[in-house]
Every structure is written in structure tokens, then in C-alpha cells.
């Protein structure tokens, strides 16, 4: 069946410590996205990537670091420098919406929690 | 103003009730709308696109109005399965290749036996 994985489900961090969260696809979607939830707030945008090598800053990019190597893959790393890690992480594809006009919705893996140790 | 806005609730209904929420956005120039459906520690699940002639899906109902810039999404015959907290998703294509998609926090709803 087609969908994104993410894994793990859930992840603990030390401090000091940069961690990798994993998505991959096999939707054969162009864009992919990282977001972050937390608690009484709506999802925000860390990265995105509408094409293989390609990557763009989200709303908030800092302390995090993503690669698009591979169309089925854009691993997000929480690194050191985010001081406040602890939240639900989200990992979104959709069609390239300049394909189609626009109105492709995402659709998304089933979270990775990570909290500090 | 927020950039989409949503009441969180909660919304307390009894079963077989209708009930309807709004999510108004501030960029008039967004050009694709969606509600989607998140459960309690669950990922968000796209529910339904919301396109401008208003559009049904069995007892769901979403409406767009672009004059008063706010989208709608109606329950008929609520069911305790519909039990959840309802996104609204307003997307904007720039005409320099960017895309910002923007959630609002949420509408929660509770279907009460």
C-alpha cells in the first residue's frame, strides 16, 4: 500500500545531542514537508521540498537541519541548537501543486514524538 | 490577526445533532482550501477539499465564501465517531514558486451519547 512512513514513534533526546527523524514516501509525490505541533497550536512549518536536492526554510527552520537525497526520503534532524525540541513532528507529501493548479492537499505520516531526557 | 483562524471549542453535541464551524483567513489571494480531521495523538487526515461552488460528502457539507474570506464545514447526523478536532487548511501559491500551506489550531468536537 502506498503512504509515508515515519519512524520512530517516539524518540528521546539528551542534551547536546542532534537526532534524526525519518520519512519516506512511496507516493511518487514531488513535495514533502516537516512540521511541528504543539500542544493548543495550530501545525507549524519547519522545512520543505518540492524537488529531489532542493529545500527550503519553513516558518521555523532553526535548530533543525533536512537533506533531499532521494524523492522517497527527507530525514529532518533536530539538532543541538533547538532549544525546545519537545513536540509532535509531522512529515507531509503531496503532487507538486505547480503540476496540477494548486489544490493538493498533503497528506501525512503518523508522527514521531520526541522528548528531552 | 492570525493568518487562519479557528475556534477551538470545545464543541459539545449530542448524537444525531448538526452542527457547523467556521475558519476565516486573512490572505485574499489563497487559492486552495481543505478541512482535515486529527485524532487525539494521531497525524492529521485530510477530510475533505473545499472547492468555491460548495461541496458534499455524505453528511459533511464545506462551503467557501471568498467575499467574507471564511470556509465552513457542516455535520449532519453527528455520530460519536465524529469525535474529534477539525483542522482548517488554506494554501497560497506565489507567483515567485513559493507555496505556504497554513493550519489553524483546531475546532474540538465531542459527540455526546
Known amino acids: 500500500d502506498g503512504g509515508i512512513t515515519q519512524s520512530p514513534k517516539y524518540l528521546f533526546r539528551k542534551e547536546g545531542q542532534n537526532v534524526t527523524l525519518s520519512c519516506e514516501q512511496n507516493l511518487n509525490h514531488d513535495a514533502m514537508y516537516w512540521y511541528r505541533q504543539d500542544p493548543g497550536q495550530g501545525l507549524r512549518l519547519i522545512y520543505y521540498s518540492q524537488i529531489v536536492n532542493d529545500f527550503q526554510k519553513g516558518d521555523i527552520a532553526e535548530g533543525y537541519s533536512v537533506s533531499r537525497e532521494k524523492k522517497e526520503s527527507f530525514p529532518l534532524t533536530v539538532t543541538s541548537a533547538q532549544k525546545n525540541p519537545t513536540a509532535f513532528y509531522l512529515c507531509?507529501?503531496?503532487?507538486?501543486?505547480?503540476?496540477?493548479?494548486?489544490?493538493?492537499?498533503?497528506?501525512f505520516g503518523d508522527g514521531t514524538r520526541l522528548s528531552i531526557l | 490577526r492570525k493568518e487562519v483562524e479557528q475556534d477551538p471549542g470545545p464543541f459539545n453535541v449530542p448524537e444525531g445533532a448538526t452542527v457547523a464551524f467556521n475558519c476565516t483567513y486573512s490572505?485574499?489571494?489563497?487559492?486552495?482550501f481543505f478541512w482535515y480531521r486529527q485524532d487525539c495523538r494521531k497525524e492529521p487526515k485530510l477530510l475533505m477539499s473545499v472547492y468555491s461552488s460548495g461541496n458534499e460528502d455524505g453528511r459533511f457539507t464545506a462551503q467557501l465564501n471568498r467575499a467574507s474570506q471564511y470556509i465552513s464545514l457542516l455535520i449532519r447526523d453527528s455520530k460519536l465517531s465524529d469525535s474529534a478536532t477539525y483542522l482548517c487548511v488554506v494554501n497560497y501559491l506565489g507567483n515567485f514558486g513559493n507555496e505556504k500551506l497554513t493550519f489553524g489550531t483546531g475546532t474540538r468536537l465531542t459527540i455526546i451519547p
Open positions: 507531509a507529501s503531496s503532487i507538486d501543486p505547480w503540476d496540477r493548479g494548486g489544490n493538493q492537499p498533503q497528506h
Open positions: 490572505n485574499s489571494a489563497s487559492q486552495s
